[in-house]
């Protein structure tokens, strides 16, 4: 603890409560003191600063024991009061959701309109308006609660520490700075790149479906495709491919912060081979299976060498490249000398829920996915 004053060694305290608490669901005091390493006396201060605040809810009472006595208080991380909302941001509109702290949806829907065909300054006013509208949307649908933090997932590279867009192909957008402002005036959102909020739907479905103690139950390659589209018409622009290496239950990352995005192909007139397929003959086809299955076989030669580097235990790939069987089997064919390979067709929502859960993450933690210092909800409710 040295350097640290006693409000920071509370706030410390109550993070690490909270967190454990959400990976438990319910826990007494006692349990609770015992898991993160508190004394008796701290701990019934620090739970009765989470009741006040109403970060933490009494739920019921734990059986009596065999001597009986009074049964002990469980607690829970509270569900009605706080909201966290992620927004996937798309060619096509955006997606958001609304989830309680726990990582339950509990409001979601898209806002458009789709990316106009235009310079890059009507692109980058679109991209403004879709987040204006996202909040609108969710501050509406959800008016009982207080929106606590922010994920929103983007196609392409961005600079985290400038906050920059990098380089977007699906938005046809270059060296554009992102909002710091939303929802709130003192709400910043986490941004990260499409395939990374992916991963960490995964991951926390994962925890929730088996074990939350569990860190490993989601490690693996995390692959998400995307075919970039011309507006709402199907013929695609191009495609994009991110890949996350999730290792002990947290995403690998760079030294920047960087993860997620793979490599992104762009349709060109007059170029006809960019991903190893004919890039105009996926764009004419409206997504002509024989196509897609190429590019399915593309990405499972790209993603052997990858995988023959990192030897992951499984290969995660999902994205709407898999709508249907043939590209799948096709993927799955190519990676046979890998033993555990999923493969899903595009759900609506993952992406945006990741999201979420990116920002619920750094909420409990206080640091960023990136690992830099970041405001937990402990600050952020006083």
């Given at each position: 603890?040295t350097?640290l004053?006693?409000?920071?060694?509370?706030?410390?305290?109550?993070?690490?409560v909270?967190?454990?608490l959400r990976?438990?669901?319910?826990?007494?005091?006692?349990d609770?003191?015992?898991?993160?390493g508190?004394?008796?006396?701290?701990?019934?201060?620090i739970?009765?600063?989470?009741?006040?605040s109403?970060?933490?809810?009494?739920?019921?009472?734990?059986p009596?024991?065999?001597?009986?006595?009074r049964?002990?208080?469980?607690l829970?991380?509270?569900?009605?009061?706080?909201?966290v909302?992620?927004?996937d941001?798309?060619?096509?509109?955006?997606?958001?959701?609304?989830?309680?702290?726990?990582?339950?949806?509990i409001?979601?829907?898209?806002?458009?309109?789709?990316?106009?065909?235009?310079?890059?300054?009507?692109?980058?006013?679109?991209?403004?308006?879709?987040?204006d509208d996202?909040?609108?949307?969710?501050?509406?649908?959800?008016?009982?609660?207080?929106?606590?933090?922010?994920?929103?997932?983007l196609?392409?590279?961005f600079?985290?520490?400038?906050?920059?867009?990098?380089?977007?192909?699906e938005?046809?957008?270059?060296?554009?700075?992102?909002p710091?402002?939303w929802?709130?005036?003192?709400?910043r959102?986490?941004?990260?790149?499409?395939?990374?909020?992916?991963?960490?739907h995964?991951?926390?479905?994962?925890r929730r479906s088996?074990?939350?103690?569990?860190?490993?139950?989601?490690?693996?390659?995390y692959v998400?495709t995307?075919?970039?589209?011309?507006?709402?018409?199907?013929r695609?622009?191009?495609?994009?491919?991110?890949?996350?290496?999730?290792?002990?239950?947290?995403?690998v990352?760079?030294?920047n912060g960087?993860?997620?995005?793979?490599r992104g192909?762009r349709?060109r007139?007059?170029?006809a081979?960019?991903?190893?397929?004919?890039m105009?003959?996926?764009?004419?086809?409206?997504?002509?299976?024989?196509a897609?299955?190429?590019?399915?076989?593309?990405?499972?030669?790209?993603?052997s060498v990858?995988?023959?580097?990192?030897d992951?235990?499984?290969i995660?790939?999902?994205?709407?490249?898999?709508?249907?069987?043939?590209?799948?089997?096709?993927?799955?064919?190519?990676?046979?000398?890998i033993?555990?390979v999923q493969?899903?067709?595009?759900?609506?929502t993952?992406?945006a829920?990741g999201a979420?859960?990116?920002?619920?993450?750094?909420?409990?933690t206080?640091?960023?996915?990136?690992?830099?210092?970041?405001s937990?909800?402990?600050?952020?409710?006083?």
């Amino acid at each position: 603890m040295t350097g640290l004053n006693g409000t920071a060694v509370r706030e410390r305290n109550m993070i690490a409560v909270l967190a454990r608490l959400r990976s438990m669901g319910t826990a007494s005091r006692a349990d609770l003191a015992g898991a993160v390493g508190l004394d008796r006396s701290t701990m019934t201060h620090i739970a009765s600063s989470l009741l006040e605040s109403s970060l933490v809810e009494s739920v019921t009472r734990s059986p009596s024991g065999s001597r009986g006595g009074r049964r002990a208080e469980l607690l829970s991380v509270d569900r009605s009061t706080y909201a966290v909302a992620g927004c996937d941001i798309t060619s096509t509109g955006a997606r958001w959701v609304v989830t309680d702290l726990h990582g339950v949806t509990i409001a979601q829907g898209s806002v458009g309109p789709s990316l106009p065909a235009a310079h890059d300054t009507v692109r980058v006013h679109w991209f403004g308006s879709l987040l204006d509208d996202c909040a609108l949307a969710i501050t509406t649908e959800t008016p009982d609660r207080r929106i606590v933090g922010a994920g929103i997932a983007l196609p392409g590279l961005f600079d985290r520490a400038r906050r920059r867009i990098v380089e977007s192909f699906e938005l046809g957008l270059r060296d554009v700075e992102l909002p710091a402002i939303w929802l709130a005036p003192d709400l910043r959102p986490d941004y990260a790149n499409d395939a990374t909020c992916y991963a960490w739907h995964a991951i926390a479905t994962g925890r929730r479906s088996i074990d939350m103690e569990d860190r490993d139950i989601a490690d693996g390659l995390y692959v998400f495709t995307k075919l970039h589209r011309d507006g709402d018409r199907f013929r695609p622009t191009g495609m994009g491919v991110g890949l996350v290496c999730v290792v002990g239950g947290s995403i690998v990352r760079g030294a920047n912060g960087g993860a997620g995005e793979l490599r992104g192909y762009r349709w060109r007139p007059g170029s006809a081979d960019q991903i190893g397929v004919d890039m105009e003959r996926l764009r004419e086809s409206d997504g002509e299976e024989s196509a897609l299955v190429a590019a399915a076989e593309e990405l499972g030669r790209n993603l052997s060498v990858i995988a023959s580097a990192l030897d992951p235990g499984r290969i995660v790939v999902a994205g709407d490249l898999f709508d249907t069987d043939a590209p799948a089997a096709a993927l799955v064919r190519t990676l046979r000398s890998i033993e555990r390979v999923q493969v899903a067709p595009a759900d609506a929502t993952a992406v945006a829920a990741g999201a979420a859960e990116m920002a619920i993450d750094r909420l409990l933690t206080g640091r960023d996915w990136a690992g830099q210092t970041a405001s937990s909800i402990v600050s952020m409710v006083g």
